[in-house]
């Protein structure tokens, strides 16, 4: 059959208007539409196309109709482009930032050409290693608060500190500037809820002179304060009640006692639980040695804090430790009380023939100065014998200790009469 020529001139011309409308419909999109970067900082966007066209060539301009780059051809000095194997993709990057690059870009495929806008600062980008976040750990437990700080230096213009729990944002911006130091921080206090245990707080810099993933993060995860009370520091026989007191704004799920390392068996009848598990009671105890008790406290999340006391045993029988000091302090003492009274006994006996010549002497003296007439002392005793013309004197001295009396005296005027 022979085709006619308007039959013929319409087979022809479909396949033509058909790779026009596709090449018209082609869906060509810019990321991102505005972009924002410091002076000496790189800029980055990106075109991609859905319908890929083999006639159809990569194309970028500046201010709209300059063009700076065409696929396969040349790329102006100052820019960088990169196209996907696939040729689905092209990447414009504008090398080393100035003020002059603030313009607005367009990439162009087919008949699709989307534009972006590109801003340049002339401020300072905040330092990567910021914002820094800290908590005060120590209020936790005791207040039942937590403290959180978020802090950063530098940035121009400063970005914004917000602080999000979970990554819901908790409250608005009210950070605080120092212009001396140019350093600023976002506070937190916070009344701990049981949810808050297993929470994360993340401190996120945010505005241009930030990165979109600038941020640092706190999670309050602080174990139980737990402290043993016992009704006896010390014991012979007898019960023994004790208490383990928790503080914590965390859920306890658990206590677990043990005695010298051994755990509890509460189904035994020496042993109570009471409270739920915070306190026992002993009974009978009666060992010869002492015990270690040992209280683990833990939480929904499994946070253990834990808290052990000693027990000491005494002997029934044995005296008080006190009162046995005492005793030997009080005979150490009465020994040497003793000792020195019998020291002073003696030596007083030593020191009396002295005193007694010491006190005739002063006598002496004292009559000798009563008396003119007399030289010398008249011994305290003297006895003189006359016996065929020779005379034996004798003569003894008692230091004072006997006076001389008239009886000797007058025998001796005796014997004198009778020669």
């Keep these: 059959m022979m085709l006619t020529s308007r039959k013929v001139f ?28 410091f002076v000496g900082e790189n800029a980055v966007f990106e075109c991609n196309i859905d ?15 300059n063009i700076i780059a065409m696929e396969d051809l040349f790329v102006t000095s100052g820019y960088e482009v990169k196209i996907s194997n696939s040729r689905t993709t092209s990447t414009l990057t504008i090398l080393n930032t100035t003020f002059e690059d ?20 002339g401020g300072m980008r905040l330092d990567s290693m910021y914002p820094q976040c ?36 908790l409250m608005e911006n009210n950070d605080f500037l120092n212009t001396e130091t140019l350093s600023y921080f976002e506070g937190l206090t916070r009344v ?12 996120k810099a945010e505005g241009p002179a930030a990165d979109e993933n600038q941020s640092c993060q706190i999670q309050l995860r602080v174990p139980p304060d737990v402290h043993i009370f016992s009704n006896a520091t010390a014991f012979k026989s007898g019960d023994l009640e004790l208490t383990c007191k928790t503080m914590s704004p965390w859920k306890i799920t658990d206590y677990i006692w043990t005695i010298n390392n051994e755990l509890l068996i509460f189904s035994e ?3 109570i639980l009471k409270n739920d598990g915070r306190g026992i009671e002993i009974f009978d105890v009666n060992h010869n ?19 052990t006391i000693e027990i000491k045993h005494e002997d029934e029988t044995s005296d008080d430790p006190t009162d046995l000091i005492l005793i030997v302090c009080l005979s150490v003492g009465m ?10 006994v003696k030596f007083s006996k030593l020191l009396k023939p002295f005193t007694s010549f010491c006190m005739n002497k002063t006598d002496s003296d004292q009559d000798t100065s009563g008396n003119q007439e007399t030289s010398t002392a008249e011994p305290c005793y003297q006895n003189t014998i006359i016996e065929n013309d020779q005379t034996v004197s004798g003569e003894m001295a008692y230091s004072g200790l006997v006076p001389t009396t008239p009886s000797i005296y007058t025998e001796l005027n005796q014997i004198k009469v009778n020669e």
């Design 269 to 271: 009848l020496k042993y």
């Design 289 to 307: 040695y002492n015990i270690l008790i040992r209280c683990d406290v833990t939480t929904s999340s499994g946070l253990v804090g834990s808290d």
């Design 102 to 121: 603030e313009s607005v870009y367009t990439c162009q495929f087919g008949l699709s050409s989307p534009e972006a806008t590109l801003i340049i600062n």
């Design 10 to 37: 319409v087979w022809f011309i479909f396949p033509v208007v058909c790779n026009y409308w596709l090449l018209s419909e082609a869906v060509t999109t810019i990321q991102p539409l505005h972009l924002e970067v």
């Design 51 to 65: 319908t890929l066209s083999s006639t159809s060539m990569w194309k970028w301009f500046k201010g709209g109709s």
């Design 335 to 344: 020994f040497f009380l003793g000792l020195c009274i019998g020291i002073l």
């Design 192 to 203: 701990l809820t049981i949810d808050d245990e297993y929470a994360v707080f993340m401190c």
């Design 134 to 169: 800290d908590s005060d750990m120590t209020s936790i437990n005791t207040e039942k608060t937590a403290h959180l700080r978020c802090s950063a230096k530098g940035g121009d213009p400063k970005p914004d500190l917000q602080w999000y729990r979970n990554g819901i944002k």
